[in-house]
């Protein structure tokens, strides 16, 4: 992360720490969201959470496959994940982002500062107090770094749902425990042919009698013994059709996502308003 939470994984997930950067790797997202054209993917017969194009079935086994569908299921099914829409949240670092997920269109603003970008064409224009400022230093700037924002922001919202996304290798890892002592079930994600840093890892700890994600541990080497980091996946609300969590704490801090929203619309002008908006 950086010193604000940000973590990278695939393109560059930009980690959240008290101080220290540090880089990850994480599948892409929206590969089971939309077509090419953006228009919304048919609802799987029956609610069914079919795996994402790339995604490693080879390498995958079949119990960890059955606890991300049990995931999926719970946090409000596969339909229900791709007539959500709309997503919004406050990230670690101040930020607060819209992403529509039928179109693309990603939208960041901290304080006066407004980002408008769309991550499939990687076209996008920054403002700062209402002017466009693209073309400027901090504008080319802020614009590079859209994307592996909008990959690590909407990562640490939406994790549970990319469970079998392109790119993911799911094993099934045994039973384990919370930091709570409590029981969980330990499913580990690695990558093959995605994102810039492929050896990262991750664990992501199941609650055996709610089936939902509880916790989860990030590994910047998947040889690695011991986690860069290991935090909560709690503090489940509905949000529209799906449940989200906001509670990203580690016993030691209160670190959480703010302000999230998630719907089947999108309002009128909202994503390329050049200037700050009320949060939704």
């Known amino acids: 992360m950086r010193n604000i939470p940000v973590l990278l994984n695939i393109p560059v997930l930009l980690l959240l720490t008290l101080g220290a950067a540090t880089t990850a790797c994480q599948p892409q997202l929206a590969a089971t969201t939309t077509a090419k054209s953006g228009s919304p993917l048919p609802v799987a017969a029956g609610g069914t959470y079919p795996a994402a194009e ?4 080879a390498g995958s086994d079949a119990r960890a496959l059955t606890l991300a569908d049990q995931v999926m299921e719970k946090m409000g099914g596969y ?3 791709q007539q959500t829409r709309l997503l919004g949240w ?3 670092d101040g930020s607060y982002q819209l992403w529509d997920k039928q179109t693309g269109d990603f939208r960041w603003q901290k304080d006066s500062t407004v980002a408008v970008y769309n991550q ?3 076209q996008g224009k920054a403002f700062r107090n209402g002017r466009d400022i693209s073309t400027t230093p901090d504008g080319e700037k802020l614009l590079s770094r859209m994307y592996p924002i909008w990959v690590n922001n909407s990562w640490w919202l939406l994790m549970p749902f990319k469970l079998k996304d392109s790119g993911v290798t799911l094993t099934y890892n045994g039973p384990g425990q919370l930091m709570s002592g409590q029981p969980a079930e330990v499913l580990t ?3 093959k042919n995605v994102g810039v840093t492929p050896d990262n890892k991750y664990e992501v700890l199941i609650d055996p009698q709610t089936k939902l994600v509880e916790e989860w541990a990030y590994f910047p080497k998947a040889t690695d013994a011991q986690p860069a980091f290991r935090r909560r996946w709690t503090g489940y609300q509905q949000y529209g059709p799906i449940l989200l969590a906001t509670d ?6 209160s ?3 703010g302000h999230v929203s998630a719907s089947t619309t999108v309002p009128a002008g909202l994503m390329q308003n050049p ?4 949060k939704l």
Do not use: N, Y
């Open 54 to 57: 790339g995604f490693d079935a």
């Open 79 to 81: 339909g229900a994940w």
């Open 90 to 92: 406050d990230f670690l």
């Open 120 to 122: 499939q064409t990687k």
């Open 189 to 191: 994600m690695t990558f």
């Open 248 to 253: 990203r704490s580690d016993g030691k801090d």
């Open 255 to 257: 670190r959480g996502l």
């Open 275 to 278: 200037k700050p908006v009320e």
